[in-house]
């Protein structure tokens, strides 16, 4: 007869292709309204827990009174809240989801919704797999711990829970899908450009991707152009906007001024080449996507 406990496959971790994780970790917070010279009403952090997210905009609340606030969510791969804590699907180098449109992940995650509520999972911990010597972010799961999953939810259910917490702030979620570590394509800087429409100047503008790093460094400083390109002052460089984000956070967007791994510094050139031609042209229906 099948033994279940003898043929159990998790004794130990093993590789799959994609890992159920933890996103906890530090909230790498900034505001930009901390920046001296021409402050603007937007942030940045790393994937926040359901409290985390509350904690954030009670302070962007209590200090800036905006009358909106949105959410902005940067992350192509699949990701959720088990018990109010978040959590994704990590594959190597965060790529998980590289191809997929905006509308199949979301399919995706609502399906995972469905499927792990009432369920207990095995939550990974990974580690980089140091036998990768093509010194890319490949991952190995080191250890895992049982989750029992009594309630499921996505980002976007999040942000009416906000709203109620923060009445009469209402609370608005829009997800741009990015590729990590990627510059974003047509589609992602057709949709900021839209919502700088839609956001007014009393609003507030929250930005966040896995880690709160390169995804979020970069629509941060996106935000910046088209929030000073509404003044009539002189804009600065590219390489002075991206010293304004230095300021914030020390994430280097010029990849002249930092060392990328191998594999990463293509992506990080080309990510400054749509940054460079954003800034000069003002518009995005020219630009090529970098995948």
């Known amino acids: 007869m099948y033994d279940v406990q003898t043929a159990n ?7 799959t292709g994609s890992y159920l994780i933890s996103d906890s970790g530090p909230d790498n ?18 994937q926040l827990s359901l409290g985390g997210f509350a904690r954030v905009l009670d302070q962007v609340v209590d200090s ?3 009358s909106e606030i949105y959410i ?6 699949t990701h959720c809240f088990f018990n ?16 997929q449109d905006r509308g ?11 499927l792990y509520k009432s369920r207990t999972t095995q939550l990974f911990t990974i580690e980089p797999d140091l036998s990768d010597d ?6 190995i799961p080191v250890g895992y711990q049982n989750l029992y999953v009594a309630e499921t939810r996505s980002e976007a ?15 608005h979620y829009r997800r741009i899908t990015v590729t990590d570590h990627c510059a974003p394509d047509v589609r992602a800087l057709s949709e900021l450009q839209n919502l700088r429409v839609t956001v007014r100047d009393q609003d507030w503008v929250h930005f966040h991707c896995h880690g709160g790093d390169g995804r979020t460094t970069t629509f941060l400083a996106l935000w910046d152009i088209l929030t000073w390109k509404r003044s009539n002052d002189p804009l600065p460089s590219l390489e002075e906007f991206a010293a304004r984000q230095l300021q914030l956070f020390p994430y280097d967007l010029d990849p002249s001024g930092h060392q990328e791994a191998a594999w990463k510094l293509p992506l990080a050139e080309e990510r400054w080449k749509v940054l460079g031609e954003f800034l000069r042209s003002g518009t995005h229906l020219t630009m090529g996507a970098a995948a």
Do not use: C
Request: hydrophobic residues 35%.
């Open 64 to 66: 800036f009174k905006p």
């Open 104 to 114: 199949w992940i979301i399919a995706d995650e609502k399906a995972r919704l469905d």
């Open 84 to 99: 109010g804590d978040p959590v994704s699907w990590y594959s190597d180098n965060d790529f998980g989801n590289v191809g």
């Open 29 to 46: 917070f900034r505001s930009a309204m901390a920046l001296e010279d021409h402050p603007y009403r937007a942030s940045g952090s790393h």
């Open 9 to 15: 496959p998790l004794p130990g971790p093993y590789r």
């Open 134 to 139: 093509l010194h890319q972010e490949r991952v």
């Open 72 to 77: 902005v969510d940067l992350r192509e791969e």
């Open 157 to 171: 259910e999040v942000a009416p829970i906000l709203t109620d917490l923060f009445r009469p702030t209402r609370v």
